[in-house]
């Protein structure tokens, strides 16, 4: 069982939806990233978080994607406009703050947008 | 240009044979990999990390590396049906310790009873 849990497993949004998932890193770990992976199973990394403070974002993220991690509460990742193109696989991980330190990742959250 | 390349993309072998997974960096900033691997409808589970020139075993898995040549491997030995699944490469910046992971384009492995 995965120690960093994700939710909703599924997710089906209509364009021009608005589409949440939340993640739960684990416990302990400060550090956090979403990836979206494609149905060509490659990764995106899209932001991280170290605590609550932005670490690296990618452009589509600054634009249609939000996403914040608040201290004693789920982190979340949200597109505020759904586009089809956004039909993925969204995975959460997380790890400590050392260079070696291994990621762990949750189950996902699979989104399509129809 | 990828920055981490898998081969081969897709691998069968027989039950109880070895498996052999390869990747190589195009950046000599990637100090750190690691082997993960995804059954389907589930997220990537780390298998090994390695770090250092040579081998690295655990159990019926063994990874190398070779810092020069930037290229890793695993090495999966008496394969089992539940062995079949994605097999990711991924790799970190070295001084970074925020760094996300780049991922190589996946090994999709398959093991024949």
């Known amino acids: 069982n995965s120690k960093v849990i994700q939710t909703p497993r599924y997710l089906v949004k209509g364009q021009g939806q608005k589409a949440k998932m939340r993640c739960i890193p684990e416990?302990?770990?400060?550090?956090v990233f979403w990836y979206q992976q494609n149905k060509n199973n490659e990764f995106k990394f899209l932001i991280n978080?170290?605590?609550?403070?932005?670490?690296?974002q990618i452009d589509m993220t600054e634009k249609r994607f939000s996403a914040e991690c608040p201290s004693n509460s789920p982190c979340s990742l949200e597109i505020q406009s759904s586009e089809a193109g956004d039909s993925a696989l969204y995975l959460c991980?997380?790890?400590?703050?050392?260079?070696?330190?291994?990621?762990?990742f949750g189950s996902g959250t699979r989104l399509l947008v129809i | 240009q990828q920055k981490v390349q898998q081969s081969p993309e897709s691998l069968s072998v027989p039950e109880g044979g070895m498996a052999s997974l390869n990747c190589t960096s195009s950046?000599?900033?990637?100090?750190y990999f690691w082997w993960y691997r995804q059954h389907s409808g589930e997220g990537p589970k780390a298998l090994m990390?390695?770090?250092?020139?040579g081998d690295k075993k655990e159990g019926r898995f063994t990874a190398h590396l070779n810092k020069a040549s930037l290229h890793v491997s695993l090495h999966i030995r008496d394969s089992q049906p539940s062995d079949s699944a994605l097999y990711f490469c991924?790799?970190?910046?070295?001084?970074?310790?925020?760094?996300?992971?780049?991922f190589g384009q996946g090994t999709k492995l398959s093991i024949k009873p």
């Open positions: 978080f170290q605590n609550q403070e932005v670490l690296q």
């Open positions: 950046d000599r900033n990637f100090q």
């Open positions: 991924a790799a970190s910046e070295h001084g970074y310790n925020q760094g996300k992971l780049i």
């Open positions: 416990k302990g770990h400060p550090v």
């Open positions: 991980a997380s790890r400590w703050d050392r260079e070696s330190s291994d990621y762990t």
């Open positions: 990390s390695i770090f250092s020139d």
